[in-house]
């Protein structure tokens, strides 16, 4: 969310100020070597620095208009994307944090969406923050899990998940600092990653897919995952039985009984639990904290669209109304049990979209309905190559 | 978030306002801003000053009311924000109309809403005076890294471009029957959004040929134009310097 | 006429453009040029037809230095494509690619077409003027200070052919000039083109526009030269047509068509 003019005060925006430029600064000598790195073209030209206008330029006004494209959620309402994790994993942090800054400052100065003075602290927090956490946390993950699209797809899910919920918490650390009203700062915390802790479930699920299209596709200009197309293919093999380990490069499909299917679909699921696991602990823990403060779950309630005026906790028709579970005293456990519940519904609802999704796309390729409706629900990711 | 028309920011016209060197308006501006952020907020005179301020740079830059209150609303977020705060910030409480709020919170909320009006109100009216080009050249004056200005200029110069593919594909989506309605669509608008990656990729690497094709070397060149004049930074230099006034006047009463 | 007049004079002047012997192979092994041999004189207007696929993208990258040869040699009008020449090389060969709006990257007009002679150090006034002069050439000059992307797309076009012009080339090299055009701004470009007084390389599958503008063609087919001469004779000879999947449009006869003589 962007932030206006006279929400934090002079003296920390202007440092957050400070921050945000020399991130820029160093953002700018990093990006040269990020799209410089990797040309097609011949030897006869310098490698590197005239290409960075141009290709950030550009992945700047993809970010930008990434932004229009909106995802129906229910009922009416729907999201975008915010776009700091994606350019992160796309184009590697460098350039992720300066198209991100581009696009913000482009924002508010044409737009007006953020304060000018406000244009720091942004910065500081929707790029500099979201794409290093999302890239830290990425290559983290890429490098634990095994090698594959579904583990860069997985990585990039949870990678966003905590990009933006660490983009809230960096905004409470500022209004910490200079916050100019009188909110206590466990209420701002606690709203501000409530909110967020769904929001970044929302980018991850948005941002894992994108990632996965372009994998599919062009697997070369995702940055976060150069070099894994190759080790792909051989990686199948131990799993395969003895006959692929002397042929690395061979379609393990070969052996009559083929185990691939059992193999990959056992690796998916090590990688679907972890990324379940890491995705319950990161949202439990956020809201086990979020919850300091009764207020701030009515201040997230509020926020999500119940009347403003409900300061008794009238609302109790869904059990997660107010993001605590009822019958549960501790307000802090309760708050962490919602996350929980809330991630596991999510997921649940994920996993349902994957098999409606492989459901018909089975049905399209003329392979049976029931086949990939049971089979299935342990495979969340699928990246098809369609024409 | 913007809808992609940048074009429609900017208002034509020959008025003063229009006639500054943008490098001196860009200042200007983010002064006024400044000076606004640090006014403290009980003084609400000043801000009703400061308002009024902005109605003259508004009615010399022939900026109709309409105009700028249509461009307020992407504050609304804030609105809901502020609106919030009574109701959550701590401190002695007020009783109005039957509700319990809070006092300080009742400053804030004015403090985040004058301020953040004020604040939208001046970047509109910079703005809508300033062309696009104009704005990109004047941050690259202010000193802003070249390849900053540079890659802000391809944003704005492909903007439109890779939004107009966006739109085509969802015509093209539509066109054969799809509708986005709800979480079990995302798979296939996330798609989209990769082929978008792609094209922009891709297409940021044809400009690229088509740039070194034409002897670029990573420096682009900046129109000449003549240096601001004493006399233009000094009318640039109106805004704020009332707005100083205004701010340290604040602070003293 | 001023790349000619502009140019030291010779008693012999050196072709516009001179490839020998051209093989190119791209980093993952495909190659896609098998020893290009060709001449073009100055002034002359040749088209270099070919079928999808057959290498002609790759020989053009490689005429102002993109692509560097993996063997044979580039020379335009004398000087070799070679890393140190590359800034002169790049203001002789004016490239206009198929895209405008890849070509036309500046956010006015004006801009962009200064773009390529600033890049080769010209300021100030005589900058401007050679801007006006190029748009003029191309009736674009009450253009001059929109933003591309107003434009229509047979505007975009010519305007993208100013930027070339604008640098004064030695030859002027086009990609599919006449694509996504409709037959008004087709026949506005050729007659700009016609009179434009360079050496034209024209990259194209549209046969009739090869015949209405270039007196001389040649086939690029698998990475060669399949056939030279003139583009009457070569669109006439039907075995050659189909051998190199060219085909002519619905009931166009090459042989019927008179070429205006410029």
């Known amino acids: ?387 | 978030m913007g809808a992609g028309h940048a074009h429609k920011l900017y208002r034509p016209a020959h008025s003063p306002v229009h006639a500054l060197p943008p490098h001196c308006k860009i200042a200007a501006v983010l002064c006024f801003v400044l000076a606004v952020v640090a006014t403290p907020r009980t003084a609400l005179w000043a801000f009703a000053l400061y308002a009024l301020l902005l109605a003259a740079v508004a009615a010399a830059a022939r900026v109709p009311a309409g105009f700028l209150l249509k461009r307020l609303l992407i504050e609304v977020p804030f609105v809901a924000f502020a609106v919030l705060m009574p109701f959550v910030a701590t401190g002695p409480r007020v009783h109005i109309l039957g509700l319990s709020l809070s006092e300080s919170g009742l400053w804030g909320a004015w403090n985040i809403l004058a301020k953040g009006t004020l604040g939208v109100a001046a970047s509109v009216l910079l703005a809508a005076t300033t062309e696009l080009r104009g704005l990109l050249l004047g941050l690259q004056r202010l000193r802003m890294p070249p390849l900053l200005v540079q890659i802000a200029s391809f944003m704005i110069r492909y903007g439109d471009v890779i939004a107009d593919e966006l739109r085509r594909m969802r015509i093209a989506r539509l066109s054969r029957g799809f509708e986005a309605r709800g979480v079990r669509h995302w798979g296939v608008l996330a798609k989209s959004a990769g082929a978008l990656f792609i094209r922009s990729y891709e297409r940021g690497e044809r400009v690229h040929l088509a740039m070194v094709s034409r002897g670029y070397t990573g420096t682009l060149p900046v129109p000449d134009a003549a240096p601001a004049t004493g006399g233009q930074w000094s009318r640039a230099a109106a805004l704020p310097a009332a707005a100083l006034a205004v701010c340290l006047l604040g602070w003293t009463l | ?262």
């Not at chain 3, 890849?102 to 956010?107: C, R, S, V, W």
């Open chain 1, 1 to 387: 969310m962007h932030v206006p003019d006279g929400f934090i005060d002079a003296p920390v925006s202007a440092a957050a100020g400070v921050l945000a430029a020399a991130a820029v600064a160093v953002s700018l000598r990093g990006a040269r070597r990020e799209l410089g790195g990797h040309r097609p073209d011949g030897p006869d030209l310098a490698p590197g620095a005239e290409r960075t206008a141009p290709l950030a330029g550009l992945v700047a006004a993809f970010i930008f208009a990434v932004q229009m494209l909106n995802f129906p959620v229910a009922a009416g309402t729907s999201g975008h994307l915010l776009g700091g994790a994606l350019a992160a994993i796309l184009v590697g942090p460098y350039t992720g944090v300066l198209c991100v800054s581009v696009v913000l400052l482009m924002q508010g100065v044409l737009f007006a969406d953020g304060g000018l003075t406000a244009l720091g602290v942004n910065i500081t927090d929707m790029a500099v923050v979201t794409v290093l956490v999302a890239y830290g946390i990425f290559r983290g993950l890429v490098k634990v899990l095994p090698r594959g699209r579904r583990a860069v797809t997985a990585a990039a899910f949870v990678a966003a998940a905590v990009s933006v919920p660490a983009a809230a918490v960096a905004f409470t650390g500022m209004y910490a600092l200079g916050g100019t009203t009188d909110v206590p700062i466990g209420t701002v915390f606690a709203a501000m990653t409530g909110v967020h802790v769904l929001i970044g479930l929302g980018e991850a699920a948005i941002t894992a897919l994108t990632v996965g299209a372009v994998l599919a596709v062009r697997p070369d200009l995702v940055y976060g995952a150069r070099g894994l197309a190759k080790p792909l293919e051989l990686r199948t093999s131990p799993l395969a039985g003895p006959a692929a380990g002397r042929e690395p490069s061979g379609e393990p499909a070969d052996t009559p009984d083929a185990p691939r299917p059992v193999a990959a679909r056992r690796s998916t699921r090590r990688v679907w639990l972890a990324g379940v696991a890491a995705a319950l602990v990161c949202a439990g823990g956020v809201s086990y904290y979020a919850s300091t403060s009764p207020d701030g779950l009515e201040k997230v309630a509020q926020d999500e669209g119940m009347d403003a005026k409900a300061e008794d906790h009238a609302a109790k028709d869904s059990p997660l109304a107010d993001y605590s579970v009822k019958d549960i005293a501790n307000p802090r456990i309760s708050g962490g049990l919602a996350g929980v519940i809330g991630v596991g519904a999510t997921l649940a609802v994920g996993t349902g979209v994957f098999v409606v999704v492989r459901r018909r796309r089975g049905a399209a390729r003329d392979t049976a309905v029931a086949d990939a409706a049971t089979g299935d629900a342990t495979q969340p990711r699928h990246t098809p190559e369609s024409a």
């Open chain 3, 1 to 262: 006429m001023d790349a000619v007049t502009t140019a030291p004079v010779r008693t012999a002047p050196a072709p516009s453009l001179k490839i020998a012997g051209l093989a190119y192979a791209y980093p993952d092994g495909h190659q896609a040029l098998f020893g290009v041999d060709l001449t073009v004189a100055r002034g002359e207007r040749v088209a270099l037809l070919g079928p999808n696929g057959a290498g002609k993208t790759t020989l053009v990258l490689h005429l102002n230095g993109i692509l560097a040869p993996g063997a044979g040699t580039v020379t335009v009008a004398g000087l070799p494509v070679v890393r140190r020449h590359l800034a002169e090389i790049r203001r002789r060969v004016g490239i206009v690619f198929q895209d405008p709006d890849d070509q036309l990257f500046m956010p006015t007009v004006r801009e962009d077409v200064a773009f390529g002679p600033a890049a080769a150090g010209l300021r100030g006034a005589a900058l401007d003027a050679r801007v006006t002069e190029a748009l003029g050439r191309v009736g674009m000059a009450e253009f001059a200070d929109r933003p591309p992307h107003h434009l229509s797309f047979g505007q975009r076009r010519r305007v993208a052919v100013a930027t070339v012009l604008a640098m004064r080339p030695e030859i002027l090299v086009l990609d599919e000039p006449s694509s996504n055009l409709d037959p008004a701004s087709r026949r506005e470009l050729a007659d700009i083109l016609r009179v434009l007084d360079v050496t034209v390389l024209m990259v194209t599958h549209d046969l009739p526009y090869a015949l209405e503008l270039c007196p001389r063609s040649v086939v690029l087919s698998e990475g060669v030269i399949a056939a030279d001469g003139p583009t009457q004779e070569l669109l006439s000879d039907a075995d050659l047509m189909a051998a190199h999947r060219l085909e002519l449009p619905f009931g166009f006869d090459p042989r019927s068509v008179t070429i205006p003589t410029s």
